[in-house]
C-alpha cells in the first residue's frame, strides 16, 4: 500500500479524494471492497494518500495540483494559476504570441510555434540560412551561428557559435566544435571528444537532461542532438554537420551565419554592423567572436576542373550521383527536399578533394537527414564498398534508427529524445549504449545528479567530493580535503589542491633559478647539473632532467647550451642550434617526434620546443637560454635536483644528495652537478663584474628591464598570475653582465612573455619594429600567438594532442606549414612513421643498418635491405646511424 495508508480487506468503494466532485453519483458507499485505505486526515490523490491540506483547486471538473498554471479554456485565451491560499483557480485573460498557435500535442494544451526554421553548414564549407540564402564561407576563427539579438519578451536568450578546423592539410575547412550557450550553461561538441560533450568545461558522458528539464543533450543516430524546452534543437555529428531548428516565434529577432530569420532570402548577408554585403567573406568575417591559435580568414577556394568533375558525378552510381538518381534510394525524397543544391554541394568538395570519399559522404548524409527530418523513407545507399560505416563492438548499422530509448540512462530516468529516423549505429539484441559503448545490461553505469557514468567511472560531483560508479548501478563518494582548508579543484579530470598546481621550476638567464616550491636562488657555475630527477621508489614514472651551461668567454652572460631527458627508457637530447631536431637514444629525428607509443611527445612550439609526457612532466626549452620545467601533484615530495623536493616548503629547497641542508649555493651547486664535462663552479670575478647602482637605475627604466613591471604595459595581465619580481631580477643583473647587450634584453623580456603565455595569459604586443623585433625565416612572419604544431605537416597525426596554448613566434605565410625546420607548401610535406617525421625523399639507414628507407610522400618509407661494406662498421655519428 502507499504510504500513509494500510489495507483492508473491506473498504469503502467510494474513498474521500481531492475532487469529491468527480465522483459518480451511483457510488455505493455501503459496498465493501478489498482496497488500500488512508489514514485519517488524507485523502486519495493519483493513488498516493496526501494530507487533506495540500489538495489543489478543482476548475471546471477537474483537478489541478498547487501552484499549477494551466489554460482556463480550449483557446488559449484564459490563463490560470491554482492559488494555494484561496485553493481556486485565479484567471487573466491574455494570448499566443506571434508565430504560435493554441493546440494539444503529447496530450498537452499549450501555444506552439505555427513553424519552425532550420539554419544548416556542411562539408567544406556550406551554408544554408534560416531564409533560404545559399553560401561557401571558409573562415577557421570562432563565429557566431545563430543567436538572439533582438531582445523580446518572453523569448530565451541564447547563442549558437561554431568554429572551424583546417580540413587535411588544405586551406580549407570544416566546423570542428559547435557551442550552445543558454541557461547559464555552456555546451560543447567537438571532433576533439566524439561521442561525449563538455558542460561548463566538464566533459560528461551522453545523455544529460537539465534538473527541470530545460536542457536535453542525446545522440540520435550519428548525431549529438540538443534541444530545449523553448523549441531550440542543435545537432552535430561531430565532424562537420551542424544544423539549428528555432521555433517561428524567434522570426525577425535573430542574427549571425544563419542570418535574421524575416522570411526575406535578400538581406541574410547582415553583418554585425547591420549593413548588407553579398561578399560571403566580408559577411562572414563580420560575424568572427574570438581569434583561436592559428586561425585565418580563408576566402573561398574554386576547383579549376568543377566542369569536369559535373560530369564525371552526374552518371556516378556510387558518388554524389546517387543524391538524383529517378529511381534511387532517394526517389520518394525529391518531391519533398531538393536534390539539386545538395547534388552541387557534393560534386564541390569531389573536385576539391577527389581522393577523399569521406567528403561526399558528408553530403549524402546531410541529404539524408534532410530527407528524414520530412518524414520521408530513404533506401540503403551505403554499401560495404562506398560510404560504410564502421560500427563499434556490440552494435550495428541501421537506416532508420530509434535507439535513443536503448540507452542504459533510461532505466533511471525517463529519456526525452525525437521518434524520427536517424541513420545511425544500433545496439545488438541484449546490449545498451552506456556513454559511447554498448554493453550488456548488467554492465550498465549509473545516473548521479544529472549526469549519467560509465562502470567503474570516477568523477567529481563537487569540488569536495570523489566519487565512483559501482557495479549494480550504486555510487561511491569520498570527501576531498586539501592541507590547511585549502580549496582544491578539478583540472583535467584530477583533483589538485592550490598549493598542488602543477609544479613549475624555472632556469632562466646567466644564473637565476627558481625551485617547484616558489624559492628564488642564484647559481654561476657552467656546468651541466641535474635540474631534476625523481628520487624515491614510490609508485610514479622516473625520469632525470639535465641542463648543459655554457661558458661565459666573450658573451659574459652564460646560456643553456643543451637539455636532456631520460624517461621511459629513452634518453632525448635538445640542443641549441639544432632548432627543428631532437636526438633520441643518440640519433637525431626531425620534429615533431611522437614516441614510446604516445607517451612521450616533442613539438615545436613558438620560438623553442616543448617536451611532453602522458603522465603530465612538461618541459619547455627555448633553445638560448630558458627551460622550465612543471610536474603534476602526484610528484610533491618525490623530486631532487636543482629545483628542490616539490614538498610545498620553500626552506628546505637546497638539499644535498645525503638529504642534508647544504650549507651555501657553491656547495649545493656542485651536489648536483654531473661529471661528464669539464666546467667551472663560479663565475670569475673578471668575467662577473658588479652592476653598479647607477647603472641598476638605468636597467630599470620602461625602455629596458621596467617594462616588465609596468602597472599600465603589455604584461599587466600577468601580473596576478606569475609574478614579474624573479624575471625583472634576472634580467637586471643579465643586461647589467652584457653592458647594456640589446639581445640579452630582449631575450630576458621574452621569457617573461613565454612564461605568461604557457600559462593561458593574453598579453599585448611587446616588441616593435625598432624594439626587439623578431627576424622570420622565409615564408612565415612574426605572430603573438601561434600555434605550430596546429599549422605544421604535423596534421598528418591527431591534432588534438597539439599545445593547448599559443606563444609568439614566426607563423608560415598562408598556403605554407612547418616541417620542423622550415615553412614549405603543403603538398611537400614528408612522412610520419612510427611517431617520427621524415621529409620527402629523405634517405635514412634503419635495424643496424640493414635497411635503407625513403620517404615517399603519400606512400610513407619505402625499404629494401641493405648493408655495410667488409671493411665499413655500423655506427652513429653526429647523430646520423651510417656505415
Known amino acids: 500500500c502507499p504510504k500513509n495508508s494500510n489495507y483492508t480487506a473491506c473498504g469503502t468503494a467510494c474513498p474521500t479524494t481531492c475532487n469529491d466532485g468527480a465522483m459518480p453519483a451511483e457510488c455505493s ?73 493554441c493546440r494539444v500535442e503529447d496530450g498537452i494544451q499549450d501555444c506552439y510555434p505555427k513553424s519552425y526554421g532550420t539554419c544548416t553548414a556542411v562539408g ?32 530565451v536568450d541564447f547563442q549558437v557559435l561554431v568554429q572551424n578546423g583546417h580540413h587535411d592539410t588544405r586551406l580549407l575547412s570544416s566546423i570542428a566544435l559547435v557551442m550552445v550557450k543558454v541557461y547559464d550553461k555552456i555546451i560543447v561538441i567537438s571532433q576533439e571528444h566524439p561521442g561525449k560533450i563538455t558542460i ?88 568572427k567572436v574570438t581569434d583561436t591559435p592559428d586561425c585565418v580568414e580563408l576566402s573561398k577556394v574554386q576547383c579549376p576542373t ?135 545490461v548488467s554492465q550498465c553505469g549509473c545516473f548521479h545528479q544529472d549526469f549519467y557514468y560509465k562502470l567503474e567511472e570516477t568523477f567529481f560531483p563537487s569540488n569536495q567530493d570523489e566519487c565512483q560508479c559501482k557495479a549494480g548501478s550504486t555510487v561511491a563518494c569520498k570527501k576531498l580535503s586539501c592541507p ?72 659574459k652572460v652564460s646560456g643553456i647550451q643543451a637539455l636532456s631527458v631520460d624517461v621511459y627508457g629513452l634518453l632525448l637530447t635538445l640542443t641549441r642550434g639544432k632548432r627543428g631536431d631532437v636526438m633520441v637514444d643518440s640519433i637525431s629525428h626531425h620534429l615533431p617526434a611522437i614516441l614510446s607509443n604516445g607517451r612521450v611527445q616533442v613539438h615545436k612550439h613558438g620560438m623553442g620546443i616543448m617536451l611532453e609526457t602522458d603522465f603530465g612532466l612538461v618541459i619547455h626549452y627555448d633553445l638560448l637560454h630558458r627551460v622550465t620545467v612543471t610536474v603534476p601533484e602526484s610528484y610533491r615530495g618525490q623530486l631532487c635536483g636543482l629545483c628542490g623536493n616539490y614538498n610545498g616548503q620553500r626552506n628546505d629547497d637546497f638539499l644535498l644528495l645525503s638529504g642534508q641542508q647544504a650549507p651555501n649555493m657553491r656547495v649545493f651547486s656542485s651536489a648536483w652537478k654531473t661529471h661528464d664535462v669539464s666546467c667551472t663552479d663560479e663565475c670569475p670575478n673578471s668575467a662577473c663584474p658588479t652592476c653598479t647602482a647607477e647603472k641598476k637605475a638605468a636597467l ?89 604544431c596546429v599549422n605544421s605537416c604535423k596534421e598528418l597525426v591527431d591534432a588534438s594532442k597539439c599545445p593547448k596554448t599559443c606563444v609568439e613566434g614566426c607563423q608560415c605565410d598562408k598556403g605554407y606549414v612547418l616541417d620542423g625546420h622550415n615553412c614549405v607548401p603543403k603538398d611537400k610535406c614528408g612522412c610520419f612513421v612510427d611517431g617520427k617525421y621524415y621529409k620527402p625523399h629523405e634517405t635514412v639507414l634503419k635495424d643496424n643498418c640493414q635497411q635503407r628507407c625513403t620517404c615517399v610522400p603519400g606512400k610513407g618509407l619505402t625499404c629494401s635491405s641493405h648493408s655495410c661494406t667488409d671493411d665499413e662498421t655500423c655506427e652513429i655519428q653526429d647523430g646520423v646511424l651510417g656505415c
Request: aromatic share 10%.
Open 200 to 287: 561548463n568545461d566538464r566533459l560528461v558522458n551522453l545523455p544529460y537532461h537539465h534538473k527541470a528539464r530545460k536542457i536535453s543533450v542525446y545522440r540520435g543516430g550519428r548525431e549529438a542532438v540538443v534541444e530545449t524546452d523553448f523549441g531550440l534543437t542543435v545537432t552535430y555529428d561531430w565532424q562537420s554537420q551542424v544544423t539549428v531548428s528555432v521555433p517561428s516565434t524567434y522570426a525577425n529577432t535573430l542574427c549571425g551565419l544563419c542570418g535574421n530569420y524575416n522570411g526575406k532570402a535578400g538581406d541574410e548577408m547582415m553583418m554585425k554592423n547591420g549593413r548588407v554585403t553579398s561578399k560571403p567573406d566580408t559577411f562572414g568575417h563580420s560575424w
Open 306 to 440: 568543377i566542369a569536369t568533375a559535373l560530369q564525371q558525378q552526374k552518371v556516378s552510381e556510387e558518388g554524389c550521383g546517387i543524391i538524383q538518381q529517378a529511381d534511387g534510394p532517394f526517389r520518394e525524397c525529391h518531391a519533398h527536399v531538393d536534390s539539386a543544391q545538395y547534388f552541387q554541394n557534393c560534386v564541390h568538395d569531389f573536385c576539391l578533394f577527389p581522393e577523399r570519399e569521406g567528403v561526399i559522404c558528408q553530403i549524402i548524409a546531410h541529404y539524408t537527414a534532410a530527407c528524414q527530418a520530412a518524414g520521408v523513407t530513404v533506401g540503403k545507399w551505403r554499401t560495404d564498398d562506398f560510404c560504410g560505416i564502421s560500427c563499434p563492438a556490440n552494435s550495428h548499422y541501421e537506416i532508420c534508427s530509434q535507439g535513443c530509448h536503448q540507452t542504459c540512462s533510461s532505466i533511471y530516468t525517463p529519456v526525452k529524445c525525437s521518434e524520427r529516423c536517424r541513420e545511425g549505429c544500433v545496439c545488438d539484441e541484449g546490449f545498451m549504449l552506456s556513454g559511447d559503448e554498448c554493453v550488456p
Open 700 to 788: 630599470q627604466k620602461r625602455s629596458y628591464c621596467g617594462i616588465l613591471t609596468l602597472s599600465k604595459g603589455p604584461f599587466q595581465s600577468c601580473h596576478h598570475l606569475i609574478n614579474p619580481a624573479f624575471y625583472f631580477q634576472a634580467c637586471l643583473h643579465d643586461v647589467c653582465l652584457a653592458e647594456g647587450d640589446i639581445d640579452v634584453l630582449c631575450r630576458s623580456i621574452q621569457s617573461y612573455a613565454t612564461a605568461c603565455q604557457e600559462a593561458g595569459v593574453v598579453i599585448e604586443a611587446w616588441r616593435k619594429p625598432s624594439f626587439c623585433p623578431l627576424r622570420c625565416p622565409a615564408k612565415s612572419s612574426y605572430s603573438l600567438c601561434t600555434n605550430l
Open 29 to 101: 458507499a455501503s459496498a465493501c471492497v478489498e482496497t488500500c485505505e488512508c489514514h485519517e486526515g488524507f485523502v486519495f490523490d493519483a493513488n498516493e494518500c496526501i494530507p487533506k491540506g495540500e489538495c489543489g483547486c478543482v476548475f471546471q471538473g477537474l483537478l489541478h495540483g498547487l501552484h499549477e498554471i494551466f489554460w482556463g479554456d480550449s483557446s488559449c485565451t484564459k490563463r490560470c494559476v491554482c492559488d494555494e491560499t484561496s485553493r481556486k483557480a485565479v484567471c487573466h485573460w491574455t494570448s499566443c504570441r506571434t508565430g504560435e498557435e
Open 484 to 555: 590547511r582548508d585549502g580549496k582544491g579543484k578539478v583540472i583535467n579530470g584530477v583533483f589538485q589542491c592550490p598549493s598542488a598546481m602543477p609544479g613549475a621550476c624555472v632556469a632562466t638567464g646567466d644564473r637565476s633559478y627558481m625551485s617547484f616550491d616558489g624559492m628564488a636562488f642564484n647559481i654561476s657555475g657552467t656546468c651541466s647539473y641535474i635540474l631534476t630527477e625523481t628520487c624515491t621508489s614510490d609508485d610514479v614514472v622516473p625520469f632525470v632532467v639535465k641542463i648543459l651551461k655554457d661558458a661565459r668567454q666573450k658573451r
Open 124 to 155: 567544406a564549407t556550406h551554408y544554408k540560412s534560416f531564409d533560404g540564402a545559399k553560401f561557401i564561407f571558409q573562415g577557421t576563427c570562432m563565429y557566431q551561428f545563430t543567436g538572439l539579438c533582438k531582445k523580446s519578451q518572453g523569448l
